[in-house]
């Protein structure tokens, strides 16, 4: 007799390893109250539930028994408005109240032992559920007697006035239905009914139903994590300190399985079912030369691992009875011969042995006239010095542009620009001062002293910068003729022209055109408009 309960003893403990450590349930879903004030024999429509969060702690007693403690907080109310007796409609109470109860509860679920099998692992299962308990409902609530009479409240009245009784003893009553979605979380439906032993949660009882207690009902879904230690394989060790959880070991394994018991466990050994050695990973080395049988070429005599198992006097890679020179070691070798340049071709027939070559060339290279690394036949400036990603032309400043095509060919610059730097934010904020700043005495070409001033800036600039060109443009405002305008808008450029010419600048970088008043830039019907379109725009460019 005492064997057979050390033996239910010891199967329990084994079941309780897989089984959580414990558990934490959010509840969220909905209540509503049943008492003096819901109409007769009438279960809560859904415009009386309300919102009824909760949050309980468990702790497994059994596979199937869970014991769990928890609160959960509830917003009631009724009203005599919705009773279909028109004495009571008269009456014309109403409350509402507030509840947060704290409970213990005994869960039975019939099916949890499915979910961590004695055979071992986690299996996801739907599980039904009922749960009892007892608890405290602490409540507070505002009452309102619509019909007091002339001379007071009744007795009635004011007994339920002077009533306190909260808290309130409860006993929660349910069940529900678990959906597994992993070993440590589910989602639920839960549905409890709480017997509460007072009439007094509405403020309704020696006015109403004093015979009877109030009841409210409580549920919606639930969300529950478990946290698990469990021994998935059933061998000793718990799954956060077994090295193979699934598969049951040995110890000196960490939990893993050594099948043929060489040592090694079974994850760690090449061949699981057959003793070997820890230097040969578990497998079998019949000669000794520290390779296994199943990957050694030559396992009936000592070899090196450079030739799989077999023989290689030169330690070449090459078994000696497939290298064409046995006892020579290849460099870069083929066949096992030496190919000290590494271009394919053997150095007994290598023209070239030190200098890798091809084979139309007798391992020689191609003809490279400028050193730079690209073949004559490819190279697009055979005898200039430059790089594959120009085709064998020299790019000095390195902008991807090859100097015969690059108008800046020391200065690094952009294709839009030919190979010259673009032209930067500060010079283009002086060239639109300079535009707007350069001004005519009226009607005519004549600069004026301040505008020769700005043109000095750019002489400066194009000094600075010699591979930059400058266009000189004229424009007028609409008034007048449109003819005498063009003219104007010419001889105004080539004023500026002149001027620059004269400041030092070469003709050949410059060109000048008038526009008249074809190109504006703003309304020529306001006078800020036409004096913004007389003006000489200058600009940057390279040729």
Request: with cysteine; proline share 6%; glycine share 12%.
């Amino acid at each position: 007799m005492r064997h057979y309960i050390l033996w239910c003893g010891l199967l329990w403990s084994v079941t309780l390893l897989a089984q959580p450590r414990a558990e934490l349930n959010l509840l969220l879903g909905g209540g509503a109250y049943l008492g003096d004030l819901q109409v007769a024999n009438q279960i809560p429509d859904l415009e009386q539930v309300q919102f009824s969060p909760g949050l309980q702690f468990g702790l497994p007693i059994h596979s199937n028994w869970l014991v769990r403690a928890g609160f959960q907080t509830l917003s009631y109310d009724g009203a005599d408005a919705f009773s279909d007796i028109v004495e009571i409609r008269e009456r014309d109470f109403s409350f509402t109240g507030k509840l947060t109860e704290g409970n213990v509860q005994l869960v039975w679920e019939p099916l949890a032992h499915r979910r961590y099998p004695a055979t071992g692992g986690y299996r996801s299962i739907i599980s039904p559920y009922l749960f009892v308990g007892a608890g405290l409902a602490f409540f507070e609530h505002t009452t309102r007697y619509g019909n007091p009479g002339v001379d007071g409240f009744p007795p009635k009245i004011q007994a339920d006035l002077d009533a306190e009784e909260s808290p309130a003893f409860v006993l929660p009553v349910g069940g529900g239905v678990r959906f597994d979605l992993s070993k440590h979380t589910s989602v639920g439906l839960e549905l409890g009914a709480r017997k509460t032993f007072t009439d007094q949660l509405d403020g309704v009882s020696n006015s109403g139903k004093s015979d009877t207690d109030d009841w409210y009902l409580a549920g919606g879904l639930t969300i529950s994590y478990r946290w698990i230690t469990p021994d998935y394989d059933r061998d000793g060790f718990f799954d956060k300190v077994d090295a193979c959880p699934e598969q049951a070991g040995v110890d000196y394994a960490k939990g893993c399985p050594d099948s043929d018991g060489d040592g090694l466990p079974d994850n760690m050994d090449l061949c699981p079912y057959q003793a070997g050695k820890i230097e040969t990973r578990g497998c079998p080395d019949t000669d000794f030369d520290g390779i296994a049988d199943f990957v050694d070429d030559c396992p009936d005599y000592p070899g090196s691992a450079s030739a799989k198992g077999c023989l290689d006097s030169d330690g070449d890679g090459l078994r000696d009875d497939e290298d064409m020179c046995p006892h020579c070691p290849a460099v870069n070798g083929l066949s096992g011969c030496p190919d000290t340049d590494g271009d394919g071709i053997e150095d007994a027939r290598d023209r070239c042995p030190n200098l890798a070559g091809t084979s139309e060339g007798e391992g020689c290279p191609y003809v490279d006239t400028d050193h730079d690394g690209v073949a004559d036949e490819e190279d697009q400036c055979p005898e200039l010095a430059g790089s594959e990603a120009t085709k064998g032309c020299p790019d000095t400043d390195g902008d991807g542009l090859i100097d015969t095509e690059d108008k800046c060919p020391t200065l690094a610059g952009t294709s839009e620009n030919m190979g010259c730097p673009a032209v930067s934010e500060a010079i283009k904020e002086v060239l639109a001062f300079v535009t707007e700043a350069v001004q005519f005495e009226t009607g005519s070409n004549q600069l004026k002293e301040s505008s020769q001033e700005k043109l000095d800036e750019l002489v400066a600039i194009l000094e600075e910068y010699p591979y930059y060109h400058l266009t000189i443009s004229g424009h007028t405002d609409s008034q007048g003729n449109n003819e005498a305008n063009l003219k104007l808008s010419q001889a105004r450029a080539e004023a500026c022209f002149e001027y620059l010419k004269d400041g030092g600048i070469n003709a050949a970088r410059m060109a000048h055109e008038g526009f008249g008043e074809s190109q504006p830039i703003a309304p020529n019907t306001t006078k800020d408009g036409r004096r913004k379109n007389r003006r000489v725009a200058f600009e940057l460019v390279v040729r």
